[in-house]
């Protein structure tokens, strides 16, 4: 699987749950392909454009801060209203509104409807502790859901998975290693008599100089 399908691969749940908590129960498949690309295309759009930010403020450490994403939310549009920088100056006031609009939206009725279709929150009568749910990210709680086990071992060494400790492959019947296969091979080869390399046959001993010559 290449990079591409395993990012359109997780994205596409996110997609299914959020359409899921505003009320939809079925959809055609181009639809979610379609918002899935929509989704992922603002994703790259934030991201770039805080890197860019990050780049302008400090090229020191392009580390992205909160003010990058900040900056970079405001470029996106996500944050309205919002008034323009010379009419803050003019105001002397910081227009807030944008933002309080947005963690409102985080940590209100919709976004909390979104988390409890996707697990995060606890449905009413649900025997579960709060705090674990809340602590565990959405990659995690879709692991343990499709593994029988819970184990995480099956996604050692995967992108989704911890990183696996290197060890080397043995191909049944072969070489244990690419220098001891090269080392087989060199030896396998037939020694090659010295000879002229010039591809120019030396004349027989016999012949004059001038046949020599002709030769």
Same mark, same amino acid.
């Given at each position: 699987m ?9 994205l ?23 918002l899935?690309d929509?989704?992922?295309?603002y ?11 990050a780049?302008?403020?400090? *090229? ?6 909160l ?7 405001q ?8 008034l323009?920088?010379w ?6 006031a ?14 209100g ?12 929150? *606890? ?6 502790d *709060?705090d ?9 709680s ?15 060494g995967?992108?989704?998975g ?5 060890? *080397?492959v ?7 290693s690419?220098r ?30 001038e ?5």
């Amino acid at each position: 699987m290449s990079g591409h399908d395993l990012h359109d691969a997780l994205l596409r749940p996110p997609i299914l749950q959020i359409l899921r908590a505003q009320g939809f129960h079925s959809t055609r498949p181009s639809v979610v392909e379609s918002l899935s690309d929509l989704t992922a295309r603002y994703i790259m759009i934030l991201a770039s454009s805080t890197a860019s930010h990050a780049a302008n403020a400090h *090229p020191d450490d392009p580390v992205p801060d909160l003010e990058d994403v900040y900056q970079a939310l405001q470029d996106a549009g996500a944050l309205r209203p919002q008034l323009r920088e010379w009419e803050e100056d003019w105001q002397d006031a910081e227009d807030l509104r944008g933002l309080e609009s947005f963690l409102g939206w985080v940590t209100g009725p919709t976004h909390r409807e979104i988390r409890r279709i996707a697990g995060f929150v *606890p449905s009413e009568g649900d025997m579960v502790d *709060p705090d674990a749910v809340e602590k565990e990210d959405y990659l995690t709680s879709l692991k343990k859901k499709h593994s029988k086990t819970g184990e995480e071992s099956r996604y050692a060494g995967t992108v989704i998975g911890k990183s696996a400790e290197e060890h *080397p492959v043995i191909i049944e019947g072969g070489a244990p290693s690419i220098r001891e296969w090269s080392a087989q091979i060199r030896s396998r080869a037939p020694a090659s008599p010295d000879s002229d390399t010039s591809g120019v046959s030396s004349a027989p001993s016999h012949l004059s100089e001038e046949d020599a010559m002709e030769v």
